[in-house]
């Protein structure tokens, strides 16, 4: 298949509105369409087409009993595919369009190869312009997951999204950088006022109790972390996000962690804070260290992640070597990423 490559500079001339518009024809005839969002990329599908579905978990690689998330223009549109609620209004008033998606009990319309036969639904209404106008152009629902291929970190710019999906979809819309750059909050609507956290983004888990006070953080979503060093928990279904070197989580001084990893024979790189970069480089050289932001600038760190990542994996390390992240605002985000992404191995020092 030859993917159409578009870029997108400025959403406001007639040459976008005219893409947008051929993007809205592949997608209503089944096709599949990338596109930007502010938090990764989406690989889209017509969400009330089961063949679509089939063609999104085809193109990803992805097993296809893990359901995808359906894109919506408004948040209202969520009436058509979903049993919503008075706490669904409460979180869309607050955080639509935005970086949250809400899983409640599915209606009729849309197809059980989208829920991978569950009877809930996760509903996302984005803030990306070139993403909201998209969805207006197609006039139907998008299914989309994360456009990377299944078990890479999500793609965060079209480049990205090039390196894994070239070939294998109709259209690519580049509209620049990802904002966020780590996937949406996901929480599942349980009661009138509860909510369980299933996954961590940009919506924070304090933002979150603003609107009620009962909000349960899933077990999965932070691991189960026993005290010592290397741990593998048992309870992931699948390695996510992973980088092709062996990441390493540590929790320690970087005087412990450069006597440690400069002991190891292996090709090692180092993620570390903006302060610590120069103290690292002294170890291992300019080439093998790369910062991921200053260390209280969670927002920076979750949005050079899965970059770093990917630029890292080209440069063929066989070892990577991180700060545990802390697990408060974004922070909860950055650490569900980071200890999937290291298959949960975690050293402290
Ligand atoms: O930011 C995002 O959410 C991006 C952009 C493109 O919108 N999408 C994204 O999709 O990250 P994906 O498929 O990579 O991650 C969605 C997650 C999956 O882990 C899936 O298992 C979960 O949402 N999910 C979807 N529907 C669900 C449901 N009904 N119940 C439980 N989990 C669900
Ligand atoms: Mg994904």
């Not at 595919?81 to 008075?86: K, N, Q, S």
Request: aromatic letters at 6%.
């Amino acid at each position: 298949m030859i993917t159409k490559i578009i870029s997108i500079p400025d959403i406001n001339i007639q040459q976008t509105e005219i893409v947008l518009q051929q993007a809205g024809v592949v997608l209503r005839e089944g096709g599949l369409v990338v596109f930007p969002t502010e938090t990764v990329y989406g690989l889209g599908g017509n969400a009330l087409d089961k063949d679509a579905a089939a063609k999104i978990y085809s193109a990803k690689g992805r097993p296809s009993d893990n359901p995808l998330i359906v894109h919506v223009a408004r948040p209202e549109d969520a009436e058509l595919y979903a049993y919503t609620g008075e706490l669904y209004y409460q979180l869309a008033r607050a955080f639509m369009p935005g970086p949250l998606t809400v899983i409640m009990p599915v209606k009729q319309a849309i197809p059980r190869t989208v829920t991978a036969g569950l009877d809930t639904v996760a509903i996302r209404c984005p803030a990306h312009p070139v993403a909201h106008a998209l969805l207006i152009c197609a006039g139907v629902p998008i299914a989309a997951p994360s456009a990377n291929l299944s078990g890479s970190p999500s793609p965060t710019c079209a480049r990205h999204v090039i390196d894994d999906m070239n070939g294998r979809v109709d259209m690519i819309l580049d509209g620049g950088d990802s904002a966020i750059g780590v996937e949406s909050t996901i929480v599942k609507i349980e009661d009138d006022d509860t909510l369980t956290l299933l996954r961590p983004g940009g919506i924070t888990v304090e933002m979150l109790r603003e609107i009620t006070p009962h909000v349960r953080i899933a077990d999965a979503v932070l691991g189960v972390l026993p005290e010592g060093a290397t741990v593998l928990s048992p309870c992931m279904k699948y390695r996510h996000y992973s980088p092709k070197a062996a990441l390493y989580l540590v929790d320690g001084r970087p005087e412990q962690v450069a006597r440690y990893a400069v002991e190891r024979e292996s090709k090692t790189a180092i993620i570390c804070y903006e302060e610590n970069l120069a103290f690292y480089t002294d170890y291992f050289g300019a080439d093998r260290c790369f910062s991921i932001g200053n260390r209280d600038d969670e927002y920076t760190q979750a949005h050079r992640l899965f970059t770093l990542l990917r630029e890292i994996d080209k440069l063929q390390f066989d070892e990577i070597y991180a700060p545990l992240p802390k697990t408060d605002g974004i922070g909860m985000a950055l650490y569900n990423r980071m200890i999937r992404a290291a298959a949960h191995h975690i050293i402290h020092f």
